[in-house]
């Protein structure tokens, strides 16, 4: 399966200031998922990244808060805009395995805190 | 949309035990039923799925069950040992091919 980089894997961050996520595959996968889990809670999809077209947002997830790029197959960046205690979450990059369709690899994750 | 609850919330079980951990969904469309583990630091990893065309799987230690007229699903771990302690999450995907995760299940393997 898919090694999946993320960075930073930690960060503790400030009211009102924006982070940027990125993601590296060893591999070029078609579709890129971001995902939130807050803490205690479940894995809940923020959208998903297709090189060469804008990310497809699920309700209650916007452009503006999260924007993501997707340069090229092996890579994308989610940013978390003027950030609040409230997006304090693990952040998670995944793709499709190439075994079958909805089989999920996820990186290891992006904590951050935000005071 | 697709509803998926997972219990107990944390389960602790002494080593060499099993352990079982259940999950309801709500749309009858749903076909594929996955279960992730997620150890401290990590991102959750696939441990075993289960289609709607199969009413049972296992993988040594591990088995699922599928339960589709009910609308429920199970993980079953035997002989539990200490790397299993971890966070166990089920998701359900149907008609939308989008995954939804239960809010998982905090599995504690005691010596």
């Known amino acids: 399966s898919a090694v999946i980089s993320q960075k930073p894997s930690r960060d503790i961050c400030q009211r009102g200031t924006s982070l940027t996520i990125q993601c590296q595959v060893d591999?070029?996968?078609?579709?890129m998922f971001w995902y939130r889990q807050q803490p205690g809670q479940s894995l809940t999809l923020i959208a998903t990244a297709n090189q060469g077209s804008e990310a497809t947002y699920e309700s209650g997830f916007v452009i503006d808060k999260f924007p993501i790029s997707r340069p090229n197959l092996t890579f994308s960046t989610l940013t978390v805009s003027n950030m609040s205690p409230e997006d304090s979450s693990i952040y998670l990059c995944?793709?499709?395995?190439?075994?079958?369709?909805?089989?999920?690899?996820f990186g290891a994750g992006s904590r951050l805190t935000v005071l | 949309g697709e509803n998926v609850e997972q219990h107990p919330s944390t389960l602790s079980v002494q080593e060499g035990d099993s352990a079982v951990i259940k999950c309801t969904y709500s749309?009858?469309?749903?076909?594929?039923f996955p279960w992730y583990k997620q150890e401290l630091g990590k991102g959750p990893q696939l441990i075993i799925d289960i289609r709607s065309n199969v009413g049972e799987k296992k993988d040594q230690r591990i088995a699922v069950t599928l339960n589709k007229t009910a609308k429920h699903f199970s993980l079953h771990i035997t002989e539990t040992q200490p790397e299993d302690s971890a966070v166990y999450f089920c998701?359900?995907?149907?008609?939308?091919?989008?995954?939804?995760f239960g809010k998982g299940t905090r599995l504690h393997i005691l010596p």
């Open positions: 749309d009858s469309a749903s076909n594929y």
């Open positions: 995944s793709v499709e395995a190439p075994t079958g369709a909805n089989v999920l690899t």
């Open positions: 591999s070029q996968v078609t579709m």
């Open positions: 998701a359900a995907s149907g008609r939308d091919d989008k995954i939804i």
